[in-house]
């Protein structure tokens, strides 16, 4: 039997996704019109190469395993995903999803070929670094 939703809590969902979308879209990034005078530094990975479909997605897993939509769980992960972003490309951060995705879905021989290749211990390692010192760096505890 089906629970009768009220229309106050659809609307009240659908702004707090608003919320979260427009956070992600919009005020995750400042900048400056004059330029800072820096030294020359390694340049890190591009932050801004990762689809915004990816983004979303990584966020609204990343409220849903830290207990719900609320500010503070969605201005964290949306924090996370960027401090990834910053450590590893695009390219790197779904390589890494894959292998650690079919990895664990595939148990003894046939997973393996993914598994067991040093670039997927790589990037998995990558990943996981990357996804502590992120969880570190934006959550309160």
Not at 86 to 97: D, P, R
Request: hydrophobic share 35%.
């Amino acid at each position: 039997m089906m629970e009768s939703v009220s229309p106050m809590k659809i609307k009240y969902s659908t702004y707090q996704l608003v919320i979260l979308l427009s956070t992600l879209l919009f005020g995750c990034s400042t900048t400056s019109e004059k330029p800072l005078e820096q030294a020359p530094v390694e340049a890190p990975a591009v932050v801004n190469d990762y689809p915004t479909r990816d983004r979303v997605e990584y966020v609204l897993n990343c409220v849903a395993q830290h207990g719900g939509l609320s500010y503070i769980n969605q201005y964290a992960c949306g924090c996370k995903i960027d401090k990834i972003a910053e450590k590893l490309s695009f390219s790197e951060f779904e390589s890494a999803k894959t292998f650690t995705y079919l990895s664990k879905g595939q148990t003894g021989d046939a997973g393996a070929v993914f598994r067991d290749p040093a670039q997927s211990k790589d990037l998995r390692s990558r990943l996981k670094e990357a996804e502590a010192s992120a969880e570190k760096s934006c959550f309160i505890k």
